[in-house]
């Protein structure tokens, strides 16, 4: 697929009940490499295949297109086993036809319902699930990253005030596409990629081109964002893409070392957070399984934790 097709699915795609980031359109163009990711687009339907290790190996959950004709109140063919069945009889084509082993990776605990109820209803066949805590998406109600409400944000709101203390007004932060500050912002990931030893870890430098990639292509994958400075100069970036008309996916979010221990990455979170009030969640993905990332995550009170299953023929 090219980027026409994703441009095409960003307008047309029905994603008004996803909320992974898995589901962002942005995300499947830009990672698309980096996860190894077959995608195609058959009978109003996008189907997708991952091609990794084990608990992202698979299909993804499909997702149809929009109905013309279809209103905000009628049930989604997310729902009709009818539609979902027509979707399985192409995948369980495809994995036939391409030799690849009929597994679901990435799927939600309501998609893996569905699933179920489909294959026993339609297919007389069940699936063997897992999960794996590492791939659980972390949503976050936009207006607690904007305001950190209450006691449970106390110790961001020292870190916001830590970062004012050192720097008083001598910050500001930039949106982007608003503003022209896209060599910003690959300034800032070029940089965070040198100091951590980019040029030893492939995956970093398939997500460092990747970002390259957002910026040049950054109407067409809706993209948004913005930059920290700190004395002028560039020291923390963010930039995201919708999954839905309320859900916001946080992409990329990276600063500078210099900058780390005085709260840059707080205070860039909650600016960012404060401009996307059009949404109802930010989802900031996973945390790989890297403590330090989830111990962050999880500081920042996630509202929802969603969980995704992996599954294979029975």
């Keep these: 697929m090219n980027l026409l097709d994703f441009e095409y699915l960003q307008n047309n795609l029905d994603t008004r009940s996803l909320y992974g980031s898995d589901s962002c359109i942005a995300n499947l163009y830009l990672l698309q490499e980096k996860y190894n990711t077959w995608l195609k687009i058959h009978n109003n339907t996008l189907f997708r295949y991952y091609y990794g290790d084990v608990n992202r190996c698979g ?35 495809d994995a036939k036809t391409q030799g690849r082993k009929l597994s679901f990776c990435l799927i939600t605990r309501e998609q893996k319902e569905l699933l179920e109820s489909c294959l026993s209803k339609y297919f007389k066949k069940s699936l063997s699930w897992k999960t794996n805590r590492d791939d659980c998406d972390y949503l976050y109600l936009q207006e607690n990253l904007a305001l950190l409400p209450g006691s449970n944000y106390q110790k961001k709101r020292n870190h916001v005030s830590r970062f004012n203390r050192i720097y008083g007004n001598d910050w500001e932060f930039k949106l982007f596409p608003q503003s022209d500050i896209s060599k910003d912002i690959y300034y800032i990931a070029q940089k965070w990629y040198e100091e951590k030893n980019g040029d030893e870890n492939p995956v970093l430098n398939l997500e460092l081109q990747s970002v390259k990639l957002a910026l040049e292509n950054f109407e067409a994958l809706k993209i948004r964002g913005g930059v920290l400075y700190v004395k002028g100069k560039p020291a923390a970036m963010t930039l ?3 999954i ?53 995550k999880l500081s920042y009170k996630p ?8 599954g294979c023929l029975e």
């Design 240 to 242: 995201a893409s919708p």
């Design 244 to 296: 839905s008309d309320s859900v916001l996916d946080v992409i990329y979010e990276k600063a500078i070392e210099e900058f780390e221990k005085d709260g840059v990455y707080a205070v860039i979170n909650q600016q960012f957070s404060k401009v996307c009030s059009n949404f109802l969640y930010l989802n900031r993905e996973e945390d790989m399984g890297v403590e330090g990332l989830r111990k962050a």
């Design 59 to 93: 299909y993804g959950f499909p997702i149809p297109l929009k109905k013309q004709d279809e209103s905000q109140d009628q049930k989604l063919p997310q729902n009709d086993l009818s539609w979902l069945k027509s979707a399985l009889d192409f995948i369980f084509e």
């Design 303 to 310: 509202s929802i934790i969603l969980e995704k299953f992996y």
